[in-house]
């Protein structure tokens, strides 16, 4: 068949849904941890420090999602079909997160969920990997440009926020980050049913 996984078909539709609720996501888990009293901000810096994140973020949800959602969902959904393609697709995107520095088997079971069924949903519904790239990006981009917090367990950079984040694991993600917490799992579970249901809904 033909590839048209990053088709420019529907491009900046793709891209400006996928980067607001890639934002909306990301800010609504750390609300969370901010109505509870742990996230404070210290100071705003100069908005030239977030390019190397911008970069990174960028960089990998390209990478990632060609690896995990263009060929690993992809040929696992010509094989079994959609729903064993997305969970065998997020199962493996967990495991590989298992080596990250303060990484667990409940946070990478998170990141199954959140990222592994939210961006293979995504896929679904679009049929085009510019979609979940852009979910991708703005996840990442928001935690580690933005609010100034561990991404997947790895340490922040330079962000336009810095920022402190203190309280139970549970809700904070702890080292790990905020993808570590309960209501980012929670909402990117949502969400992906709904992509699911929308999907579902398209093909009817």
């Not at 010509?78 to 493996?92: N, Q, R, T």
């Not at 922040?156 to 993600?173: D, H, N, R, V, Y």
């Amino acid at each position: 068949r033909g590839i048209n996984e990053l088709s420019t078909r529907g491009l900046a539709r793709n891209l400006l849904v996928g980067i607001g609720l890639g934002i909306l996501l990301q800010s609504l888990t750390i609300l969370v941890i901010y109505l509870k009293g742990g996230f404070t901000v210290s100071s705003v810096n100069n908005i030239v420090l977030i390019l190397p994140s911008f970069v990174m973020a960028f960089t990998s949800a390209i990478f990632e999602e060609i690896l995990f959602r263009g060929i690993v969902f992809r040929i696992t959904e010509e094989k079994l079909g959609s729903y064993w393609a997305l969970f065998i697709s997020a199962l493996i995107f967990g495991a590989m997160h298992l080596a990250n520095p303060h990484s667990s088997v409940l946070a990478s079971l998170g990141l199954a969920i959140q990222a592994g069924l939210l961006l293979a949903a995504a896929y679904i519904f679009a049929r085009n990997l510019w979609f979940p790239i852009a979910i991708h990006f703005a996840w990442n981009f928001m935690q580690s440009g933005i609010f100034g917090v561990s991404t997947s367990g790895n340490a922040m950079g330079k962000s336009l926020l810095t920022t402190k984040i203190q309280g139970a694991e549970w809700f904070t993600g702890g080292l790990f980050g905020p993808e570590g917490s309960i209501q980012a799992t929670v909402f990117c579970f949502i969400a992906a049913a709904i992509l699911m249901l929308l999907s579902h809904r398209n093909k009817t």
